[in-house]
């Protein structure tokens, strides 16, 4: 069974600074990896999207990068800024059904 | 564009009543999605709809059923809400089951007293 996990649970940083945050898998057989934000209250929005080929994907001032074979994700984000503060959330497919959810990481980018 | 619409966003329900969850997408996506999130626990699979006439149990079925209507819309019903229920459930959609990027509806806060 695909187990996702996250960490720091919450980060704290100060505007400006460049920062990564980590996701890890136990199956190493995904097709892809996604990130997502959520802010309080909301939905989730998808942020990036990796597949299994590909090593990094960038939108903006945010870089994904996957390692399948360890089993590690990190997400990038360059330059935080105050409105950067949100919770992110990684997920990869389960085989055959759907995907499945760290429990995220609650960034908090203060000015 | 809507996206992925969920209907009612609040609810508060006494023990045993039901209550169905409307979803609809706009995307054309084939596979759907029920995820409920508790604090500490995250986001876990109730069902999922890998496509139009099937449906398939995720993580935390019991207490739920679903319908997939159509393409469009997906539903999740309680028949006999307990406090256990009490969660933000939120509908998803897909293009393909499992692989396509994960479009979210904005989530239902349901209270079961």
């Known amino acids: 069974k695909q187990e996702v996990t996250q960490i720091p649970a919450a980060l704290s940083v100060p505007e400006g600074e460049n920062l990564v945050l980590n996701c890890s898998f136990t199956d190493s057989a995904i097709y892809n990896l996604q990130w997502f934000r959520q802010d309080p209250g909301k939905g989730l929005t998808s942020l990036l999207l990796?597949?299994?080929?590909?090593r990094e994907q960038t939108s903006g001032r945010l870089n994904a990068s996957l390692d399948k074979s360890s089993g590690r994700s990190t997400l990038y984000i360059a330059a935080s800024q105050p409105g950067d503060s949100a919770t992110y959330l990684c997920a990869v497919p389960q085989a055959g059904t759907a995907l499945i959810f760290g429990k995220g990481t609650t960034l908090s980018v203060s000015s | 564009n809507a996206g992925v619409t969920q209907t009612p966003k609040f609810q508060v329900l006494k023990t045993g009543q039901s209550m169905t969850l409307q979803c609809a997408q706009d995307m054309n996506h084939n596979s759907m999605y029920w995820y409920r999130q508790d604090p500490g626990m995250g986001l876990r699979l109730i069902y999922y709809s890998a496509s139009e006439g099937t449906t398939d149990k995720g993580e935390v079925p019991n207490g739920y059923n679903v319908s997939r209507l159509n393409k469009r819309e997906f539903s999740l019903r309680l028949e006999s809400a307990a406090p256990s229920q009490t969660s933000v459930y939120f509908c998803?959609?897909?293009?393909?089951?499992?692989?396509?990027?994960?479009?979210f509806g904005e989530g239902s806060r349901l209270t079961v007293l």
């Open positions: 998803a959609s897909s293009e393909l089951r499992g692989t396509g990027e994960l479009f």
């Open positions: 990796i597949q299994s080929s590909q």
